[in-house]
Structures are given as C-alpha cells and as structure tokens.
C-alpha cells in the first residue's frame, strides 16, 4: 500500500489534468469562431504574415537544430548518435556505450554504486552501476573540445580515437553477443597494441633488455635483449610473422650469452630460459632449444651452495654464484618458482641434472619446519637450508609463485607427484584459515598478510596470479569450494581497478575492515603506481576459459582501454605510472616492463580468443611469465 502523501499527490494530478484537457478544447474553439468574422482582407494578410515568418524559420532552421540538439546533451546527457541506447533491454545496458557526461567528476567511479550491487545482486548483467561510472569516466577523459586527437601529460598521451572506436566496437556486442567479428576486433585491438608496443622496442631500445618510452632510450638490466625474448611467443600466438621474423634474426645474429654479467637466477629462468623454451615448443626452430640449453647450462652454477638451496645471482660468463651483498639467503618464491623450466629442459635434453637440482629444492622446502599451515615465510638461507625472518605470511612478493608452481608442477607432471599437491591443498587452506577475510563496507573477500600473529589487510597485486590458479586445480578435479573462491577473489581484483580514477590498480591495496567504513580499498601514496603487470589479466583469462562468463572478458576489455588511456606514449611503447589515483597527471615512470609484452598483452589476447584450443589449458601450463609449456604425456 501506498504511503497517504503519496495517493494525495496521484489524485491531485489526474484532475488537473482532466481541466487542462477542457480549456484546450474550449480555447480552440473560441479562435475558429473569430477567425470567421475576420473580412477576407484581414485573413489574407494574416495568412501572408505567417508565410512569411515561416520562410524566414526555415532560412534558420540549422541554427535553431542545432541549438535544440544542444539543448538536449546538456539536460539529459546522450547526444544524439546513439538514441537507442535508451531503448534497449536492461541486460544490455551494462555492456553499452554510456551518454557522455557533461561534469568531470573522476570520483564518480566507485564505492556508493559498487554498494548497491553487492548489496542487491538484483542487476542482470551485475556490473551496470560500476561500468556506467567508468564510461562516464572515460567520456569525462575525452576532453571538452570534440574532435581533438590528443590530451597529453607530461610525455604520454590519451589518444582519443581509441575511446571513440571501443564504444562502438562495445555496441556492437549488444547484438551479437558471440559474434565471431567482435571477438576479432578486440584481438586486433591486442595485435595492434602490441605492434604499438614493439613500434617504441624497436625504434629506442632494440637488443637491449627495457624500452624507455617517454625518454626514447633503454634500460639494462642484464644486457640480454629481456624484452625481445619475452615477447618471442606471444608474437607467435598473436600471430605476427613479421615481427616475429626480425626478432628470430636478432636471436640467430646477435644473442649472446658468453657475457661477464651477473644475473638473477630466478628473473632469467623465467623470462629467457622459459621464453625460449616455449618458443622452441610452438615453432619447432632448434634455434630457441639450442639457446635455452646454452643459458640452463650457465645457470647451474646457482646450486652448487652448501644446502643446495641456489644462489639468487649467477655471473653467465665466470660460471660462478653469489647471494645478494647484503644477505645469504635467498628469497622463497625465487627458489621454488623455477621448476617448470629446469624440469622440461631436462626432458628435452635428456640429461637429469637439472630436473635434479631444482627438485631438491621443493623435497628441502616439503620437509621444512617453520611454515604455517601449509604457508612459507619469505626467505631461506643458502648455507644452512633454514626459513629466515620467520613469522611473515604472504601470497605476495617473495612468496607468490611457490604456491603457484606447486599446483603446476603437480600437472606438468601428469598429477602423479603427491607432495606437491599436499602442499598446495594445505597452503589453500592455510590461506582460507589465515589471511582471508572481508572488507568493509561491500564484503569484498580479500588475502591480507599475516605478521607474527597479527593480520594485516595488505594485499599486493602480485597476490592477483590467486584466482586463476585456483580456477586452473578446480579445473584439474581439486575442491569445488577453490573455484567458489577463485570467483570471489577475481571479483575483487577487478575492483581494485575498477575503484580507481584511471581504472588501474595500484600496487598493493589495503582493504578495510572496520565498521563505518565508506570505501572498501584504501591506497597509501607509496603503492599508487602501476606497473603494467599480468596478474589480474592472467586470472580474468583463466576464469574465462573455465566459465565462459563473458563478464571476464568485458572487465579486461575495460582494463585494456585504460591501459590505452593512461600508459601508451604516442611514440611508441608503453609506460608504468607512478599515480594510478590522478588521471590528470598518472605520471609516467619511464619504463616498460618485459613483462608487459611477455604476459599482460598475451593474456589480454588468450583471454578475448573465444577458441579453447589456442594453448589448450589441457595440453599446456603456463610458467609464472605466461610462457607456455607442454604438460608431459602420462607414460613419461
Ligand atoms: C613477472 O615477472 C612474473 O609474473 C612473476 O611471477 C611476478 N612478477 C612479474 C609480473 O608482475
């Protein structure tokens, strides 16, 4: 039942209206009868006046459209071009071009909506009140003045055809949500990022290991062209020949890896001994296994330590190891996240000695006291084989991928290594009982830190590899309730972008939890950059491939075109940011991580690909750099 005040206001309403019905009709009336007794003279200039007035109305006419269309932007906000927007079914909306907003308010993302749909759930699509600020957003960052190419801070640009060209690649997808066209314009959209990418590589920095963006130079780090063999097999899968081409002469010609340089063991297992490796497997050019023998072998020297635990640093050239200056320990996460590599070498060399060396590792690590639950600190000393700084539990930095490549070396081979997967069922539930919890005020489940006994709700990016990793062992036939928390936590990765100015996430979030909260994240201002990192992307594309919810693939598309928005320097290349909270000034660092062409844009490209069989997730595991690697056949 209606409130009293309410019904009072209905039927007040209809009987004005009836009376405002009955002077129209009586007043028509009234004017037909004078415009009879009119002479005749009297109604031809009458008649004549009104031709005249509506002569000079049509010689306006442009202005006055064009007055009134403007008249309708600034009251209602659509603008003309896409009138249907109005007209379509709700379950649509959410993936549609929003009316441009005539106010600038960047704050307008976030929490009060992000409320209502946690809290109602009643949203068809789920998303419509988030996604609708963000494109308000991005139309607020299209500037006043339609029709201009660029906005530009400080060296790095917003490129305005892109925004306009998204919007109406997203309308279309409200027809034809499978559309085959659609999915290829978003994969053309990667390519051409990615050539965008390679364009700022190969004008500024070609051979060497970083792409300086905004400064048009390099940066090194082992001197090792990092970004060039990064990028082998994702120009493979993206199917670019040409670049692929030229980078394979660069492998052939200029590769060396007989260099008086020190370099990080784990970093370089990754990126080149698993670049290489992968690229050997799609290509079938010996080029790359040839290369990636060469550089296993000039690793080996990490392990000859006291407890076989390796050294983080190897000289490639010497043949000699040594910790970090300051320390003899190594961190976790380094340690144990280089198995995949070293194990597949091994099988493809046939020779055990590296298959051997990074198993002692985990048999050391299995048997270690000093964890909890299943989780292990952060550091593991060379010499004595310890855990060191005891009492800090993380799934973030120095601790991430242990977890990860406990789960994925327990499939590479063949689900038959029985500790590896106790260890990854005990440490999920060592996380569930330990560092998982909820923010305030929206319920967000996130992983937080644990330090001696106290939880911190600290969650670093990085933690974001979680929710594809647990989709991959629900896939492989581990609990149910992982994929239900996979769910959950890809949820609020998305948000830590979502609830951000630019639509980036920052480096590490802290989550609230106190009641009377208004905001679930919170950004200090030494974690506000962003560094073009995978790990969100990554479980978006994990989650897609296991659900098929396309929701995953329109929240990276959304990251994608923010990624657009505040990081690609008009010259070529990409840049981290230092702000992801200030789109007017995100502040651009100057760097382009390998990794952003050897995983993010990879991932972005498998994520939007509708075809299961680009890298089988059943014939292939991803390293931790989104390198792919056959998972072994049974008899093997
Ligand atoms: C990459 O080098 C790897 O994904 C690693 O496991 C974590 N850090 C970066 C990307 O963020």
Known sequence: MLPPSRRDFVSLTLSESGSYTDSKQWHRQSCWRKWKQLSRLQRSLILFTLMLLLVCGIATSPTLIGH????????HGF??????????????KSILPEPPSEKKDYRRRGLPVLQNRLQTKTNVSGLLGVENQRLDLNNANKGSEEGKPIISWRGAVIEEEQASDTDTKDTEIQDDPASLAHAESRLEAVREAFRHAWKGYKNFAWGHDELKPISKSHGEWFGLGLTLIDALDTMWILGLKEEFAEAREWV???LSFDKNVDVNLFESTIRILGGLLSTYHLTGDSLFLEKAKDIGSRLMPAFNTASKIPYSDVNI????????????DSTVAEVTSIQLEFRELSRLTGDPKYKLAVMEVMKQVHKLDGKQDGLVPMFINTNNGLFTHQGIYTLGARADSYYEYLLKQWIQGGKTENELLDDYLL?????????LKKSTPSGLTFVGELSHGYFSPKMD???CFLPGTLALGAHFGLPADHMELAKQLMETCYQMYAQMETGLSPEIAHFNMHEGSTQDVEVKIADRHNLLRPETVESLFYMYRFTKDK?????GWEILQNFNKYTRVPTGG???INNVRDPANPNPRDKMESFFLGETLKYFYLLFSNDPNLISLDKYIFNTEAHPLPIWPQSE
């Open 68 to 75: 009134w269309r403007d008249g309708v932007v600034g009251e």
């Open 79 to 92: 603008d003309g071009k896409q009138p249907f927007v109005v007209n379509l079914k709700n379950e649509y």
């Open 252 to 254: 052939a010609r200029a």
């Open 317 to 328: 050239g010497k043949g000699t190891a040594h910790p970090p200056q300051w320390t003899s």
């Open 427 to 435: 440490a999920v539930e060592g996380v569930k009982k330990n560092l």
């Open 461 to 463: 990016h990085l933690v």
């Open 551 to 555: 929701k995953y693939q329109q929240w």
């Open 574 to 576: 990409y840049t981290s």
